[in-house]
C-alpha cells in the first residue's frame, strides 16, 4: 500500500501551503516552482519567500522550458548545500536524471514533487487572450474523469508516462477523489514522509489514505494515451517516409537550432553542428558543386536533425519542448519521440527511470544485436 | 547617374533570371546563390547552382525571408574566397547586412557579386507558413502593384529602399513596362555591364522620383510606428514585461545575421554560477527566476550588435513567443546609429564606429572620472 495524506485544500493550494510551511519552517532552503511572469506566461522560479508562494503556479500546465535546464544550470558547478524542494512534470524529473548521468547537475538535496501529469498546453497558447487560465476548468474536468484534455500539446497526448518516477511525493491529480477540494499526495520515500510530519495540523486532514496511487481511472487514462500514441504512428508512417518523405517535413527547417537550445538532453556547450567542423570552406563547395551541381546554402540541413537524433534519441523524454520552439511548426518531437522509444525499446531502457541505471551506450555488452550484425 | 535596360517581358522574376542565366553561360558568374522553393513547397531555401535546370523553381524575391541571405554568404565565404564567382541577388537589408558581415570579417566579398534588388517587404514567416499558397498569391499581386499587404513591421518601416554598396543593383521601381533597369555602383559592377555589351545610357530620373516617393511614406511610417513604440517600452518595468515571456531559447541570437559569435557570451561558461549564488540572489528579492538573466541577455545583444542592426526582422520572425525583438531592436540601433552618423550596411568604406578613435567624443554624455569617485 502507498502512504498517502489527504489535503485540506485542493492539489495546487495544498501544495502551495506544504513549500510555505517548509519554507517558514527552514526545512527547505528554496522551492522551484512555476511563478507568473509579467507577460501572462509562467516561468520557473526560485523562491525562497514563504509568503511569495502564494502567488506561484506549480501545477499550471505548462512547460515554458524544460524544468531539468534550471535544475541543471543550478547545480552544475556542485550540488546542493541544504534541501530545495522542485516541482516539476514527470518528463521533466526524468530528463534532469538523465542530465545527472551526464554529469550536468546533482539530484544531491533535492525534494522532487511531481503530479500525475494531465500535459501541458503549447506555449503558444500563452499568448492567445485569455490564455492557459481559460482552459483550467476544462483542463480540470479531463482530469476528474480521466480524460484527455482537448488541446494539450501533441508530445502530452501520446505520453504513457505521466505517473511520476522517482519523485519523493506525487500529487494525485488525478486519479483520487476530489483533487480540487481535497487533494491528496503520496509519500514514495522516507525523507518525504519526515519532512511533512508536523505539518499535519497546518493543511493535512487527519486522515491518512491508503492507495493506491494506480487507480482504475488512471488505468483508462493510460489506455487513452496509448491510443493516441498508435493513432499517430499510423497516421504519420514514419517507417515509409524514406529520405524523400524527411526532407519533406525538415525542409522549412530555418536552421535556429531553437530544438537543440531547449532540448533538455543536448546539453553541449558547443553543438559539433554549431563547430567549425561543420563549417564548409570553399573546397568543400567546389567539391559539392561539382558533385551535384547545386546546395543549399547553409547546408546539412536534415544532417543536423538526423546527427541530433542520434546523439539523443536514447535519452528523449518525449518532453515535446522541441515542437513547442519551432518557429515553422515542424512536428519535431513526433518525430523524435517515435524513433527514440523505439530505440529504447532496444535497450530495455527508459531514461530516466532509475540514476543508478547506465545511459546504454556507456555499457559495454561482450554479445549485443547479433542479428544485426554480417 | 544612368542605368541599362534589360527586358522583363514575362515578369520581374523572370527578367531577374533572364539576366543571371545570361551572366552564367556567357561564363560571367561561375555560380548563383538563389532562393528556390523546397520539395514541400511551404518555404524557400538559398541554393548555391551552377547549372541552369533548377532556375525554374528559383525565386529572386520570395515572399518571406527563412534564412537571412547574408548568413548564407558568410557560410559560404567566410574561410575565404572560392576559386568561383558567385553572384548573389539579395533584398537591401540582406545586402546591407552582408556589407557588415564583411567588415566584421565574416564575409568575404572578392569573389562575390553583390547584386541587389528592390524590394516591397516581406510576410511574417509565421503568417506565411499557415497558408503558403495564399502567401504565394498575395505576393505575386504585390510585385505587380509594389504594394504588399501585410508586411512584418520592419518591413513597413524601412527606408534605406535603395543602397548602394551592391556591386549592381536590379531597378525595379521606375523601369518601363516590360523592362529592368540595372544600375552599376561599383568598377566591378561597371565591367559586369561592359562584358554583357550593356551601356548604362538610361535616365533614371522617373526611378529617382518612385524611390523618393517609397522612402517618403516609410519614413512617414517609421517615424510614426517609432513614436508610439517608444511611448509603449519606456521604463525598465515595460522592457520586462515584453520580454517576460522569453523562453530563453535565444533563437534571435542565432538567426540574426550580425550575432556572429559562434560562441554567443550569454551561453558561456561565464554566466554559470554556484548553487549558492542562484540562493543568495533568491534570497535579496525572495525568489529567482531560472533561467536567470533573460532581460541581461536581450540588453547585452542589443549593446553588442545594435551599431550593426539592419532590421531585416530574422530575429522577430524566429521567435516562438512572439517578443517584438525586431521593434525594439530597431528602436534602439536607429538611436545608436544616429549618435555615430552611422548607417548600418550603407557603405563598404565606412569603418564600424567602434573601431575608431577619438580623442574627444560624446562628451555631453560624460561622466568626469573624479565626479564620479571624488571622496565623500
Redesign the interface.
Known amino acids: 500500500m502507498d502512504t498517502a495524506f489527504t489535503l485540506n485544500e485542493g492539489v495546487e493550494e495544498g501544495l502551495k501551503k506544504i513549500l510555505s510551511s517548509l519554507l517558514e519552517k527552514g526545512k527547505i ?2 522551492a ?1 516552482v512555476l ?1 507568473h ?5 509562467a ?7 514563504p ?2 508562494m502564494a502567488q506561484t503556479r506549480p501545477l499550471l500546465p505548462l512547460m ?2 524544460n524544468a531539468a ?2 535544475l541543471s ?9 541544504g534541501p530545495v524542494a522542485a516541482v516539476v512534470r514527470p518528463c521533466e524529473l526524468r530528463a534532469f536524471v538523465e542530465l545527472v548521468k551526464r554529469g550536468q547537475g546533482s539530484l544531491d538535496h533535492f525534494i522532487f514533487i511531481s503530479p500525475v501529469c494531465g500535459g501541458v498546453y503549447p ?2 497558447e ?2 492567445v487572450k485569455g490564455g492557459i487560465e481559460k482552459k483550467l476548468p476544462e483542463y480540470r474536468e479531463a482530469m476528474r474523469q480521466g480524460e484527455i484534455a482537448v488541446d494539450i500539446r501533441e508530445a502530452c497526448r501520446t505520453c504513457e508516462h505521466f505517473v511520476p518516477t522517482g519523485a519523493d511525493m506525487i500529487v494525485a491529480a488525478m486519479g483520487q477523489d476530489d483533487p480540487e477540494t481535497h487533494g491528496t499526495v503520496f509519500m514514495q520515500t522516507d525523507r518525504a514522509a519526515e519532512l511533512i510530519q508536523d505539518l499535519g495540523e497546518v493543511m493535512i486532514a487527519e486522515k491518512q489514505t491508503e492507495g493506491p496511487l494506480e487507480t482504475d481511472l488512471i488505468r483508462k487514462h493510460q489506455g487513452l494515451r496509448r491510443d493516441q500514441k498508435k493513432k499517430l504512428a499510423q497516421e504519420m508512417q514514419l517507417d515509409q517516409s524514406g529520405l ?1 518523405g524527411l ?3 525538415f ?2 527547417c ?5 530544438c537543440r ?2 532540448c533538455p538532453i543536448c546539453y553541449c ?2 553543438c559539433v553542428f ?3 567542423d561543420f ?5 568543400d ?2 567539391r559539392d ?1 561539382s558533385r551535384k ?7 546539412d ?1 536534415l544532417l543536423y536533425h538526423l546527427g541530433r537524433l542520434n546523439h539523443m534519441a536514447l535519452s528523449c523524454v518525449g518532453c515535446g519542448s522541441c515542437t ?6 515542424i512536428p519535431v518531437s513526433s518525430i523524435f519521440i517515435q524513433v527514440g522509444e523505439s530505440l529504447q525499446e532496444l535497450f530495455d531502457y527508459l531514461p530516466g527511470r532509475d540514476p543508478e541505471e547506465e545511459v546504454p551506450f556507456t555499457k559495454y555488452e561482450t554479445e549485443e544485436f547479433a542479428e544485426f550484425e554480417d | 547617374m544612368k542605368g541599362a535596360q534589360i527586358p522583363a517581358p514575362k515578369g520581374i522574376a523572370d527578367g531577374i533570371l533572364s539576366f543571371l542565366k545570361k551572366g552564367l553561360q556567357e561564363g560571367i558568374f561561375d555560380a548563383l546563390l538563389l532562393p528556390v522553393k523546397v520539395p514541400a513547397g511551404d518555404s524557400f531555401s538559398y541554393v548555391l547552382m551552377r547549372e541552369t535546370d533548377l532556375m525554374d523553381q528559383a525565386s529572386p524575391l520570395p515572399p518571406v525571408m527563412p534564412v537571412q541571405g547574408a548568413k548564407a554568404l558568410s557560410n559560404l565565404t567566410r574561410y575565404g574566397n572560392g576559386a568561383e564567382k558567385i553572384a548573389v541577388p539579395m533584398r537591401p537589408c540582406e545586402i546591407r547586412a552582408a556589407v557588415e558581415l564583411h567588415k566584421l570579417e565574416q564575409v568575404n566579398l572578392e569573389n562575390v557579386f553583390l547584386i541587389g534588388l528592390d524590394c516591397p517587404g516581406v510576410l511574417p514567416l509565421k503568417e506565411y507558413l499557415k497558408n503558403p499558397k495564399k502567401g504565394d498569391a498575395l505576393y505575386r499581386k504585390a510585385l505587380q502593384e509594389w504594394a504588399l499587404e501585410s508586411p512584418r513591421w520592419v518591413c513597413e518601416i524601412c527606408d534605406p529602399v535603395s543602397p548602394e554598396a551592391a556591386d549592381l543593383h536590379i531597378g525595379i521601381m521606375g523601369a518601363p513596362r516590360g523592362k529592368l533597369f540595372l544600375i552599376p555602383n561599383t568598377p566591378k559592377g561597371k565591367k559586369l555591364l561592359k562584358r554583357l555589351d550593356l551601356k548604362a545610357e538610361s535616365s533614371l530620373a522617373s526611378r529617382q522620383t518612385e524611390i523618393k516617393k517609397l522612402a517618403q511614406k516609410r519614413t512617414k511610417n517609421k517615424e510614426r510606428a517609432l513614436r508610439a513604440l517608444r511611448q509603449e517600452v519606456r521604463g525598465p518595468e515595460r522592457l520586462l514585461e515584453i520580454f517576460a515571456n522569453c523562453i530563453n531559447c535565444h533563437n534571435c541570437m542565432r538567426v540574426c545575421p550580425v550575432c556572429y559569435c559562434r560562441q554567443c557570451y550569454f551561453d558561456s561558461e561565464a554566466l554559470k554560477m554556484t548553487p549558492d549564488n542562484y540562493l543568495m540572489r533568491a534570497q535579496r528579492k525572495g525568489g529567482l527566476r531560472l533561467m536567470p538573466d533573460t532581460l541581461l541577455f536581450q540588453l547585452g545583444r542589443m549593446s553588442h550588435m545594435s551599431l550593426s542592426c539592419v532590421s531585416c526582422g530574422m530575429c522577430e520572425d524566429a521567435c516562438p513567443m512572439d517578443i517584438p525583438v525586431s521593434r525594439i531592436f530597431t528602436l534602439v540601433a536607429r538611436d545608436a546609429q544616429i549618435v555615430f552618423g552611422y548607417l548600418a550596411g550603407r557603405s563598404l568604406q565606412e569603418p564600424l564606429p567602434q573601431v575608431i578613435y577619438r580623442e574627444e567624443e560624446l562628451k555631453e554624455v560624460e561622466t568626469p572620472y573624479q565626479e564620479t569617485y571624488r571622496p565623500s
Request: hydrophobic content about 35%.
Open positions: 532552503q528554496a522551484m511563478d511572469t509579467e507577460g501572462g506566461g516561468a520557473y522560479s526560485l523562491i525562497t519567500d509568503q511569495m515554458p522550458a535546464l534550471a544550470r543550478l547545480t552544475l558547478k556542485e550540488p546542493l548545500s506555449l503558444q500563452t499568448l524523400d526532407i519533406e517535413i525542409g522549412r530555418i536552421g535556429c537550432h531553437g537550445a531547449v556547450e558547443l554549431e563547430s567549425r563549417e564548409p570552406k570553399p573546397v563547395f567546389e558543386l551541381g547545386r546546395l543549399r546554402v547553409p547546408p540541413t513547442d520552439v519551432c518557429p515553422v511548426d
